[in-house]
């Protein structure tokens, strides 16, 4: 039987051995974990202190899940009184990928096996997370500890053993060590033992450290592994607060990079060539599977690309009885494609932007992988005689405002229906904000953007828009608003200035509207106005919680309910940016109910008086969408 050897068939066969590689599953998951609450110091129920804990551990799950983790986070929640301040950090042990899964699991463990103690640290095989009521962040510490050794034995001539994991613990001291103060001081290396016998190795220092406190913790935790910890054994770690060091004789973090690196598909490549695949490849094949790379993303491109005619023809050459809607940024038109009868939504954008072709074919690219069940689903794509026209899944049931302030379907929306509509548009910007590989702030969220599917589930509609069309999404502010005024938040409509915070304040407007049934803004004459959030923040201020509920509800809720997403909306729409919860954190008040809320301020445009900040509705219309 005769063999031919085929360069690109070999090379197409490596790329999908790379993709499996790269999105396998979490079988890679930890297997080791170990915890301690180092302190007998412990916090009272409901106090302060564990508000500020419970802030603090938002605040690392949700730097830990950012597409922006760059292995290493550390904070600090400030309490009015200094025994309420707690300081906290989460380390990513080289393998980024799975440090987030790493970090959240973590602090579910410390939460529940560390309830109440003031001071608890957590190893694992992907991260270090730690907490405690004393600042720790630029002091070596050793203690508390933790040893692991493997079970066998070194069965060859240990003195030859020895020496080479003395040589990879030496290179490894360096090599972490050397690293300036702030980055990332982090080593990975392997020796060799035999001819088909390796040693990997890796030393880690938390970032703060100096480069002696660093040098110090490594070398007492690597004198500890070798002279007693994992003596005589194939392999062992020893795991400190400061630093952990750590070797085995199988490659335990496949495809590991440095921390602080962004692993593209590249740099994947490399790594694994170099370790695995140089003995059979030679630089032509090395070129050739870039090659198929480049054609996989233009067949992906192409896929996402429709011709004008048959976008023509599913919208009966955009009709006015298939227009179903129109925004800031264009016109949309129900259509059915006619090759497969498929109903779309298409967005037909204004002739506006300055955006180049290969910008935007880049950003719609993006956008379009983005897919959540709290989404609209983007679907391609259409350029062609300067028009720019965006396709995405049509979703049967309108829109929210539809169901909140139209008379006839006013009463269709039942509580159940209305909390499960809040908490999925929660999930869905939480997505955004945190658990894509985009950071996407949507800045214009409102009842409109809010589609809803057969079964009432809430989808959000035109994120990514400012990418889409050419405005720097992650600028710190802008002259070019693209929002509605009523959801946007006061430092954005009037300075211009934006972050995730604004769309959190548009949710906590959007959840009062869905929980009174009423607009932001309701207009009683000419020129005098009672805003939704003056109302609620008075309500709310008085006691007199249910009397800001939906009548139509009548004795169909739950109260509890009811109260956690008013007092949620309101501390959604304060108006100090910094005093706003994260998405994170709102979502950690929904699925905890035992967790006590913090007592929202005044919100942002609050009236003291009738007379104060009148504006007509021409004035706030001229604000408008733009």
Known sequence: MSFSFNPKLFSILLFYILGFLIFAPAETASTFSHYNCTSMNTYARNSTYQF??????????????????????????????????????????????????????????????????????????????????????????????????????????????????????E??????????????????????????KFLFGLAQCIPNLSKDNCRQCLGDAMAYLQTSCARGKIGGRVLYPSCIVRYDPYLFHPLLLPIGKKRNLGALATTIIF????????????????GVVGEEITTEMNSLQFDFRSIQEATNKFSVENKIGEGGFGSVYWGMLPNNGQEIAVKRLTRNSSQGATEFKNEVLLIAKLQHRNLVRLLGFCMERDEKILIYEFVHNKSLDY?????????????????KIIRGIARGILYLHEDSHLKIIHRDLKPSNILLDSKMNAKISDFGLARIIGIDQMQGNTSII???????????????QFSVKSDVFSFGVIILEIVTGKRNVDFNGVDSIVDLLSHAWKKWRDGKILELLDPTLAHMFFE?????????????????????????TIALYFNCDAMDLPLPKEPAFFMHGSTESRMTKKEFDDLGVI
């Open 52 to 169: 500020n804990i419970n802030t603090l551990l938002t605040a690392l799950s949700s730097k830990a899940s950012a597409s922006t983790n760059q292995g290493f986070y550390n904070t600090t929640i400030s309490g009015i009184n200094t025994s309420d301040t707690i300081y906290g950090l989460f380390m990513c042990t080289g393998y980024i990928e799975l440090c987030g899964e790493c970090v959240r699991n973590s602090i579910k463990t410390l939460a529940s096996r560390c309830a109440f103690n003031k001071e608890a640290i957590m190893w694992s095989d992907e991260c270090m997370v730690r907490y405690s009521n004393r600042s720790f962040f630029n002091t070596m510490e050793e203690k508390p500890s933790s040893c692991v050794q493997n079970k066998e034995d070194y069965r060859g001539v240990l003195e030859s053993f020895n020496k080479v994991l003395r040589s990879l613990m």
């Open 275 to 290: 370790h695995a695949l140089v003995p059979v490849m030679n630089d032509f094949l090395i070129l050739n599977f870039f």
């Open 403 to 419: 169901y909140l302030f139209s008379r006839e379907n006013h009463r269709k929306l039942t509580w159940p229906e209305r909390y």
């Open 560 to 584: 509890t309910e009811v109260n956690r997403c008013i007092q949620i909306g309101l501390l959604c729409v304060q108006e100090n940016p910094q005093q706003r919860p994260t998405m994170a």
């Open 482 to 496: 693209a929002g509605t005024y009523g959801y946007m938040s006061p430092e954005y409509a009037m300075l211009g």
């Open 171 to 196: 290179d490894l001291l360096t090599q972490a060590s050397e690293a300036p103060m702030g980055s990332n001081k982090f080593a990975f290396k392997k020796e060799m033992i035999s001819e088909d």
